[in-house]
Every structure is written in structure tokens, then in C-alpha cells.
């Protein structure tokens, strides 16, 4: 079965140190990839996301992920991060799973990412 | 582009009554639509998938009869929550999909139940 791991559960960091939110995947096929960010009592914002091709993908507000197929691994990554980051980050696979015919995302558990001043 | 509402955006209610959320895609037309329910610091978890003019497709697990999910057009989707208790009492959210495979997710409803 598909399932999406994220292993660290709360992250702290500096404002202007660097970042990097881990994330796993199992998933027969080749996975459709996303990062979402949802702020408290918010719903959920597209960050980026992987279908295919260049395996390091840029999105919105300075982030970057980059699919490592040997790994099964899309971590998340911004090179300095500001006090309007902290938030809680969601890794997702999108695909057709269980043998069923509707296309769905399985998220993973989140990392919340607090930003230090 | 891609924005997604949903209506009301918290909602208190009586233990026995019923409740509908509206999700709507006010730039695109949605062939799909998903209702997610979120606990408290975890993570979504989908109860549906609605297709425009068919049937929901509910997860395992799901009441159908205690949460009414139509598809009305390729804009709206509505869950009712029936007989509300206080166990439905959560934060739930709704996304749409267009032609891709990226999901849209609306503001999300706070339901609680008194």
C-alpha cells in the first residue's frame, strides 16, 4: 500500500539558517509529488510539486524539492528561512491506489516548523 | 488562479441537527472534488472523492448515510453532516481538481458540535 513518511515531526531553526524537511514514499508506480504548507486553522497551499523530468523542482516562496528515486525521497529545502515559514508542512502521493479508479493524495504525518528570531 | 472556498468557515450546532459545508472552485471547473477531515495537530485524512452528476466514492470507514457528500455541478460540492454528535466535531476541508493532478484545498470548516 502507498504511504508517506515524514520522520521529523517538529523542526526548529534559526530565521536565515537553512532548511530541509525530509520525506518518504512508498508507492508501486511513479508518484506524483507535493508539498503543501498549511497555516494554523488554514487550509492547505500548494508549495510545489513532481510529475516528472528535472528531479529538482522549484516552487513558491524560495522552496525547492528534489526527487530521489533510489531513495524514494522528495525533501523539502529553502536556503534561508523567515519568521513567515513557520507552519506545518505536508508531504503527499498522489495516485490510483488500491486498484481503484479514483485518483487520490496520501498525505504524510506533517512537520511543524518553528522559526526561532 | 486555482482559489477554492468554502462556506461557513466555522459553524456551532446542536447535538442531532444537521450541518452543510459548500466547497466551491471559483476559477476552474473541478471534475473532481475530495473532502478531508482533520483532526487536531494530525494529519488529513480523506473520507470522499466526488465526481460532477455520480455518486461519492467514500473510504473505508466512512458513514455514507451520516455524511452526505453532492456534486452538484463542476463548481460546487456540499457535505451535510447528519444527526451531528459531538465525536463530528472537527476541522474539515475540501479540495478540487481540474485537469491535473494537483489538488486545490479551501480554507477548511471548523464544525463543532454541542
Known amino acids: 500500500a502507498q504511504s508517506v513518511t515524514q520522520p521529523d515531526i517538529h523542526i526548529t531553526v534559526s530565521e536565515g539558517a537553512s532548511l530541509e524537511l525530509r520525506c518518504n514514499y512508498s508507492?508501486?508506480?511513479?508518484?506524483?509529488l507535493f508539498w503543501y504548507v498549511q497555516s494554523p486553522g488554514q487550509g492547505l497551499q500548494l508549495l510545489l510539486k513532481y510529475f516528472s523530468g528535472d528531479t529538482l523542482v522549484q516552487g513558491i516562496k524560495g522552496f525547492e524539492a528534489e526527487f530521489k528515486r533510489s531513495q524514494s525521497s522528495f525533501n523539502l529545502r529553502k536556503p534561508s528561512v523567515h519568521w513567515s515559514d513557520a507552519a506545518e508542512y505536508f508531504c503527499a502521493v498522489g495516485g490510483y491506489f488500491g486498484g481503484g479508479s479514483n485518483y487520490k493524495l496520501t498525505f504524510g504525518k506533517g512537520t511543524l516548523l518553528t522559526v526561532n528570531p | 488562479g486555482a482559489v477554492v472556498s468554502q462556506h461557513p468557515s466555522w459553524v456551532i450546532c446542536k447535538s442531532g441537527t444537521s450541518v452543510k459545508i459548500e466547497c466551491r472552485s471559483l476559477d476552474f471547473q473541478a471534475t473532481t472534488m475530495f473532502w478531508y477531515r482533520q483532526f487536531p495537530k494530525q494529519s488529513l485524512m480523506l473520507m470522499a472523492t466526488?465526481?460532477?452528476?455520480?455518486?461519492?466514492?467514500?473510504e473505508q470507514g466512512v458513514e455514507k448515510d451520516k455524511f452526505l457528500i453532492n456534486h452538484a455541478s463542476l463548481t460546487l460540492s456540499t457535505l451535510t453532516v447528519t444527526s451531528a454528535h459531538p465525536e463530528d466535531s472537527s476541522f474539515y476541508i475540501c479540495?478540487?481538481?481540474?485537469?491535473?493532478?494537483?489538488?486545490?484545498f479551501g480554507p477548511g470548516t471548523r464544525l463543532t458540535v454541542t
Open positions: 466526488s465526481n460532477e452528476g455520480s455518486k461519492a466514492t467514500y
Open positions: 508507492y508501486g508506480a511513479t508518484p506524483y
Open positions: 479540495s478540487a481538481r481540474g485537469d491535473g493532478f494537483e489538488q486545490y
